[in-house]
């Protein structure tokens, strides 16, 4: 422990701690550019120069540790002449193109020209250029812009495990980019587009598609596999236009893969389904709610609620899995309950890109695979999807609810399979739903609100951005009208009350709390 | 004649071979150093006050006590062959004509805090200093003052001469260490100094090729024969490299202390066609420049930094009134610019724009305002940057205008060099 006064304030830090960390962890804000938590310390952009009693020198705050009795000063007139000297020097060879740069709004050197830089520029002399250099797919690199802070180099190297990035010419020709031009295609590219502090790195799937200021953030979680990386989720005018990482310590710190973020296109997909269809023509969703719970009814009715099959899935929330196995095993009286779980083998890059630090992409790419079993299974044996697919197909099945997945992905046939009624609920336009007799809109992981449970068991709380495509909705309100059209007398309104009653039911689950869920998750015990 | 020491064999046929420095008493100081404790060889160079002959002034002795006595990782001396610092040339003749004064002070550094393996980081360019070192390596280590067991005293040491990637900021120590270890050489951030972590990691040192090859005459005779060269606090001979308009420019050995005055007039016989002095850059570029009636200074680290210049590697550059001011100030920026290695901000971004409005001035488009802007561009870097590069470049250029400001005033008002200069092609 030392103690130590900055700016007037008395603060304690840890030994070991730089001045900058201690600082931050107080809500002292003293501005830095290459600084990244993550990353390697080197204390070049000189931004976080701070004046300490008794030391001649300007001192960096990130690469100074903390002394007990030390006392720093932030905000000296000598502490901000040489700010704003720093900052000038960032400027003057910089474009100032910010009306035109995807960084704008939320470029650090913006801010902190804002708050600390000059008016006027004294620069009179030619501004440097650099040659264009293309990085590949994910990538678009500007080095004007770039203030050589070598975050993007440190990422590279100290987290994703790739050289791909170098520091080449000397002086302020000094170019980061890769060698001969080679394109960056790792897993993790678009990372870089966060770590660079301004605009010299953007991605190229979201260049020139939106403001920052006048998009919506919302944190929530990546569908994309069994991690559950924290995102931000950025909406305008009701598209999502892109993922970022939102920081969690346990589950992904500040990264997100490259195929996490791509997700959103599928939500943006042209093919969603807006509609309920009938044998592939729309009709009113409310009517095709009706007729489903007509015939499933009359099943019941008629002693075959049994010949019902349902299948749930991994790719839903665990209140959709919830709801959907209390419809099957106490509306419908079936036995036939399966889920589609992640496969483990599905490999999300050669064993060569595989990155130094465990915060990326896993095999499994379905978000819930472990909290379906927690729900759909609750302790009791399920049948496996393909088990229940070739039970249909003998023939002993009469009916099958298939929410969320197309199964002619589970086959690999053309082909569901021959039943007298086949419901489904479908995000796009798949062959499932094309096929079913009744088929109705659901809504994508970032379109509802809800909890995942990731494969190390931690529950985490997903946020709805954007409304769903037409009728479309959740998975567990689907399964409710059913059950209220058939008589079952549900009452649940909201995301929050079926956890509830999972926090109620589901062995393990009895500390989760919707409401009250920490930014980081909660943990829960597999049964 | 003052005592000649570091060059005393320099002009001896076959100087550089083992057979001729073992002939006048070489690897003596390395025998008695290794008949006492390493402790007491610190204390000895310690006593002696022998000062860091690379440009810093730093005490040898000082720095060797900072190294870690018990260190899980291996310890490492580097020693600093790179002299890239425009005005200085002295190391590359001591490495050509005295190698193993250079390889027995290694030794006795090595042995003094505790390092097994030394590197002679020689510059790039020099290939025949790495070729002479290399051979002299090679001699020392048939004669046993290298590898196992050296002189049956039970210590292991080796050297190994790594030549530079040719870059002035090799120079500086822990770009040095960043090249020695085959990576980019950029200066890293302190704390940690190199004395806890250096090379590969390891506690290490980095001395001078000048400073080392003094070690074994410290040993021999003692830190009052060399306090008694010099003075108090700044013993022994110094190697001078005169350059510039001197009728006889060279390398001196004289010592510390000697008057300024007395080598450019008694030493180098006076001004190249006895034309009047203008200026003199003390101790390698990046020195602060002196004015004519500022050279009755003595050549020593404390007398400098009393006049505001510093004493710096001993790289003497004389300048005649011919001299435009203006030009000299803008190549010198223009060098430190070129070499800056672009890690930190002041540095990489200030340098250029001060050689850029310099060689502006130059060519006759200078405007009103400009030397406050250097002058403040100068504020700005200095002592805000990684390394001390930027310094280097701010202290020389602030100089610069400082003492020739009505020159500099002159160039802008009336557009052209006042001396009559044609602005510089570059
Ligand atoms: C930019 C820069 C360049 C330097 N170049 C050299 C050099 O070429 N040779 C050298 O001996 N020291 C050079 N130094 C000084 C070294 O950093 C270091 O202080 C010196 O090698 C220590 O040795 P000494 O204590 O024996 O003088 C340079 C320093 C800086 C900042
Ligand atoms: S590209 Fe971005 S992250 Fe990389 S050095 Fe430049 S500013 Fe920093
Ligand atoms: S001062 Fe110059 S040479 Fe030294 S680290 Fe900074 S940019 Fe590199």
Redesign the interface.
Known sequence: MAKLTIDGREIEAQDGQSVLQAALECGIHIPHLCYHPALKVVGSCRMCLIEIEKVPKLQVACGTPVRDGMVVSTQSERVRKARRGVLEFLSINHPLDCPVCDQAGECKLQDYCFEYGQAESRYQEDKRRFPEQDLGSTLVRDMNRCIHCTRCIRFLRDVAGAEAFTLYERGNRTQVGTYLETPVETPFSMNLVDACPVGALTSKHFRFKGRSWLMEKTRTLCAGCSRGCNVYAWSQKGRVLRLTPAENEWVNRFWLCDYGRLTVNDVNADDRLGDALRLGDCVDPEAALDQAAAKLKAYVDAGAGDKIGVVASARLTNEDNYLIRKLAREVLGTRHLAFVEGKEDDRPFEPSDRPLTEWFIREDKMPITWGARDIILSGEPAGDVLGLIAKARRGELKALLVFGEDLTRVTGEDRVVEVEFLFATGTHKTRTVELAHIAVPEATYLEKGGTFTNEEGRVQRLRPVVAPPGRARSAWQTARELAGRMGAGWSYRATAEVTAEIAAKVPGYQEVDFIEMPEEGQMVEHA | MAEKVLTARFEKLGSHRLESYERDHGYKALKQALSMKPEEVVELVKASGLRGRGGAGFPAGVKWGFVPKESEQPKYLCVNADEGEPGTFKDRYIMVLDPHAVIEGSIIACYAFGAHAAYIYVRGEFKKPQRRMESALLEARRAGYLGKNILGSGFDVDIWVHPGAG?Y?CGEETALIESNEGK?G?PR???PFPAIVGLFGGPTVVNNVETLAYVPHVINRGPEWFIGLGSEKNGGTKLFGVSGHVKKPGLYELPMGTPLREIIYAVCGGIRGDKKLKAVIPGGSSTPVLKPDQIDVNMDFDSLAGIGSMFGSGGIIVMDETTCMVRAAARLAKFY??????????C??????IA??LS?IEGGHG?EGDLE?ILD?C???Q????CPAGDACAMPVRAFILQFRTEFEEHIEKKKCPIGRFPAPW
């Open positions: 870059s900021i980019r950029m951030l302190k704390p610019a070129h070499e800056s290695c672009g890690q930190c901000t002041p990489r971004e200030g340098t250029p724009w850029k409005i502006r405007r802007l561009i504020d700005n870097i002592g805000n940057t990684v």
